[in-house]
């Protein structure tokens, strides 16, 4: 079983920046692929960036050149800085990892809590 907790999200005022960090934690034998997706009320979960194994990174269009993902493999972290927030950022974001479980080597596709990011003035 893989536990992803998040934490970073709060109030921001539009332009400002905010880190948000995932920990992934339990028994897996790998961590392929980490990402962040965030969801507006009444709107679907959509997919903000993504990063697997090494450094393979993608990015949904609306938030190309502001944020960036990157992951610490040793920590089994992920991390997603978001600079130029804007109202349209507004949203809970949610961390995403898929790999493998440690035991049998069956895949798994885990998420977090969710954290909120409001972007206010």
């Known amino acids: 079983q893989v536990q992803l907790v998040e934490s970073g999200g709060g109030l921001v005022q539009p332009g400002g920046s905010l880190r948000l960090s995932c920990a992934a934690s339990g028994s897996f034998f790998s961590l392929n692929a980490m990402a962040w997706y965030r969801q507006a009320p009444g709107k679907q979960r959509d997919l903000v960036a993504s990063?697997?194994?090494?450094?393979?990174?993608n990015y949904a269009d609306s938030v190309k050149g502001r944020f960036t993902i990157s992951r610490d493999n040793a920590k089994n972290t992920v991390y997603l800085q978001m600079n130029s927030l804007n109202a349209e950022d507004t949203a809970v974001y949610y961390c995403n990892a898929v790999g493998h479980d440690a035991v049998w080597r069956r895949p798994f596709n885990s998420w977090g809590q969710g954290t909120q990011v409001t972007v206010s003035s």
């Open positions: 990063i697997i194994s090494g450094s393979n990174t």
